[in-house]
């Protein structure tokens, strides 16, 4: 692999290195250490510009540029509609990073993330920034200096996955040490659904490579993998759609995955479907801390929660995107990227930061096999009807 980079690689890498570091601190208490909202401006208003300048530099008018386009302005209706104007910036990267190595942008969330997980877990351990005390009744959580308890622990995961995706497969040594750091986090955080997706993550991956196992098994049919994403997308929000709390199952179920089925149950009910979106304000936990009198309506299922706010045109092309993006999973063989990519998925069911690209860069996947698949769909149909016209004109000789 050619390891230079080309001037559209740069102008992206800069763009998104403005744009994390102001949405990771953001997510901190740290920028309450500074004038976070100017310096914000200046960061986001300087992303735009290089954005533009890799458009520019990319000469995007042909299929590919065409199609980012219309995609660009659907999108970009869908987040106004919806007064969700804080995702335009982002989706945008995402359609940008269609011509951008995925190891690039990952190794560029390592040099942004990690730098502000340690600041950000040291000041709020020495009392320099707030180290909020989380009371849940039935456990005490940790913010290590993040606004919302879970937030250090969903970013420590995605670094993970990403570290698999890049190493391709762990030794043990690697493997221990990111088990060790992941339960040190889990002590203060107490985040569940993270550690419960982190173990089988790193034993599954270690594994594979301990066992010389080849993923040929694996990906030896793509439609297991390009599959995968609207079956766990489909199986949990039909469990939300048919949940009764007049069956103890479901009443069982519900209790374990801490009311995550009712709640969402009661969004589908609340608020129904719609092309092209609605508002929702989704009141959290943290929104709740702050105004009691508000009522608790946070869908965590990130399929669910982005079906009910953007619409089905939008969840159809998710979806589509994802399917296009396990075929891409399939056909890189790379044993560390299938492990993430499944893992990835699985966070989906029971958490809403699936498509949060200031928590991991798996976001920045689905633009890439979505054009490539587009163009490559598009050549075969001209060439097919150039074809047509060509025998066409023989015979008429």
């Not at 020495?126 to 308890?149: H, Q």
């Not at 762990?170 to 997706?197: H, K, M, S």
């Amino acid at each position: 692999m050619d390891k230079r980079y080309t001037k559209s690689e740069i102008l992206f890498l800069l763009a998104l290195g403005f744009w994390l570091t102001m949405a990771v601190i953001s997510r901190t208490y740290i920028k309450d250490l500074f004038d976070y909202q100017a310096v914000r401006e200046i960061a986001y208003t300087i992303a735009w510009i290089l954005l533009a300048a890799k458009l520019i530099a990319d000469d995007s008018f042909g299929k590919k540029g065409i199609l980012a386009a219309v995609l660009a302005v659907l999108i970009y209706f869908i987040m106004k509609q919806t007064d969700s104007d804080k995702m335009i910036l982002p989706v945008m990267l995402m359609f940008s990073a269609r011509n951008v190595r995925h190891e690039s942008a990952f190794r560029l969330f390592f040099v942004v993330q990690l730098p502000i997980m340690v600041c950000s877990i040291i000041l709020s351990l020495t009392g320099a920034i707030e180290n909020e005390l989380w009371d849940e009744t039935d456990r005490l959580r940790y913010s290590l200096g993040y606004t919302y308890c879970t937030y250090g622990s969903h970013i420590f995961l995605f670094l993970t996955l990403a570290y698999m995706a890049l190493r391709r497969k762990l030794t043990a040594v690697e493997a221990l040490i990111l088990l060790g750091l992941n339960f040190l986090l889990y002590t203060q955080t107490l985040t569940r659904t993270d550690i419960l997706l982190f173990v089988p993550a790193i034993v599954g991956c270690y594994l594979i490579g301990r066992l010389h196992l080849g993923i040929s098994s694996i990906t030896r049919s793509r439609v297991l993998l390009m599959l995968a994403g609207p079956v766990v997308a489909g199986i949990s929000i039909a469990a939300q759609y048919f949940y009764d709390e007049e069956i103890y199952v479901w009443r069982r179920l519900d209790s374990v995955l801490r009311n995550r089925i009712s709640l969402g149950h009661d969004g589908i009910e609340t608020y129904g479907l719609t092309l092209f979106g609605q508002k929702i304000k989704w009141v959290g936990s943290g929104g709740l801390r702050l105004h009691p009198d508000w009522v608790y309506n946070y869908v965590d299922c990130s399929y669910l929660k982005y079906l009910l706010n953007y619409g089905l045109i939008f969840f159809v092309l998710l979806m589509l995107a994802i399917v296009l993006l396990g075929k891409w999973v399939a056909d890189a063989k790379n044993p560390g990227m299938v492990v993430a990519y499944l893992i990835w998925l699985a966070f989906g069911m029971i958490d809403a930061e699936l498509f949060e690209l200031a928590f991991q860069p798996f976001m920045l996947l689905l633009a890439k096999p979505l054009f490539e698949e587009t163009a490559g769909a598009y050549k075969k149909v001209v060439d097919i009807l150039c074809n047509h016209c060509y025998t066409e004109d023989v015979t008429n000789l």
